[in-house]
């Protein structure tokens, strides 16, 4: 799994997370911006920062670091970032960092070096499998990371329950779900988007956002071949039988062959997509054969 991915895409999504993780109010995630900021002298970004947004100097920066492989130099190459960092910027914010590990085994504290950093109190790690059992969604949706396959599936549905409950009707839910969804596909490769839609209860295709830009992507290649075709076809007939019924027959049959490619193009990303073709053909209100039809 892209582990790095999926939880900066928590981050940019729902920021709260790392306010639940740190067991901070809720109020306080308001307060911040999550962002990346490059250090230029030596060309490397810091891609984990959670900036405050006010000017209250009591309010402190989070570098945050997601480890979930063993690495022996992560503490000399986090530190150096950490103080050229400071020493660049000199931020009016104390900082504070956060080591998120899946299991305490994966950490190579080098107690020898950084004894007295990791032990201070503006340093937090956290080991995601032994986190309690919490109420606060943003723990529950990093803990799903970590989840045996055996498990996911239910933890995932739950997250989606609550999703849908705390956050109705909303862009936010959909991007959630959406990310909940894309963790198990992770989890489970050898499933179909499909049987993990249905495993979650995502019964509605149609709201998926693999189905979404399955069809906006043919919907726009379609709309724009058929234009182009209707107006070839329109110029050539109007040459031949006059302008005005060629124009009207070129835009009859750019409208009828752009609307076939919109359906032909869709159904192709669908299939990319690994959507079967019952499932494609359900979708789209028609018949399996005419499914085929469109892919040969």
């Given amino acids: 799994m892209k582990t790095d991915s999926i939880f900066y895409r928590i ?97 190579r504290p080098e107690l020898h070096q ?43 549905q739950v997250l989606i329950q609550q999703t849908q409950e705390r956050f109705p009707a909303t862009p936010l839910q959909r991007d959630l779900i959406d990310l909940i969804e894309t963790i198990v596909v992770y989890k489970l490769p050898n499933a179909s988007r499909e049987e993990i839609a249905q495993m979650l209860g995502i019964t509605d295709l149609k709201q998926t956002r693999f189905y979404q830009e399955a069809f906006l992507e043919g919907q726009q290649e379609g709309r724009q071949e058929g234009r182009q075709e209707g107006r070839e076809e329109g110029r050539e007939e109007g040459r031949e039988e006059g302008r005005e019924e060629g124009r009207e027959e070129g835009r009859q049959e750019g409208r009828q062959e752009g609307r076939e490619e919109e359906r032909r193009l869709v159904i192709r990303c669908m299939r990319d997509r690994n959507y079967s073709l019952e499932d494609i053909a359900q979708v789209l209100n028609v018949s399996v054969e005419e499914v085929q039809r469109f892919l040969t």
């Avoid at 970004?45 to 992560?74: H, I, K, M």
């Fill in 11 to 107: 981050f940019q999504q729902y920021p709260r997370s790392l306010f639940d993780l740190l067991q901070h109010p809720n109020e306080e995630a308001e307060e911040y911006q999550f962002t990346s900021v490059e250090v230029k002298q030596l060309a490397f970004r810091l891609d984990g920062l959670f900036l405050p947004t006010g000017d209250s100097p009591q309010q402190p920066l989070y570098l945050v670091e997601v480890q979930f492989q063993a690495d022996d130099s992560l503490y000399y190459r986090l530190f150096a970032e950490l103080f050229l960092y400071l020493r660049q910027y000199r931020p009016s914010h104390p900082w504070r960092v956060v080591v998120i590990y899946p299991t305490r085994r994966t950490e």
């Fill in 114 to 156: 950084f004894q007295e950093l990791l032990e201070c109190d503006r340093v937090t790690r956290i080991y995601l499998n032994e986190l309690p059992d919490s109420d606060r969604f943003g723990v529950n949706l990093m803990k799903l990371v970590v989840e045996p396959e055996s498990a996911a599936i239910e933890s995932a």
